[in-house]
């Protein structure tokens, strides 16, 4: 099992499932597991870059929010 994982929402009892309580949706273990076991379906991710790359296009300046 992963030790880089700071929320602790993947066990090594139950590997293949996340604890939703602890999982804040990082996607590190996705980006780290050596043996490819977490991915993201193809289809979806091409839908989510798609409705997303709009909001991307410009340069937003920096906002302080108190
Ligand atoms: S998405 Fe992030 S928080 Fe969720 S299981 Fe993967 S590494 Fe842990």
């Known amino acids: 099992m992963c030790q880089s994982m700071s929320a ?3 066990s ?3 590997p293949g499932t996340v604890d ?9 273990c996705i980006q780290v597991c050596p043996e490819n076991a977490k991915h993201l379906d193809e289809m979806m991710l091409n839908a989510v870059a798609e409705k997303m790359e709009p909001l991307f296009r410009e340069r937003k300046e920096n906002e302080i929010f108190w």
């Open 12 to 14: 090594s009892e139950a």
């Open 8 to 10: 602790d929402a993947l």
């Open 20 to 28: 939703e309580e602890k999982c804040i949706s990082c996607m590190r």
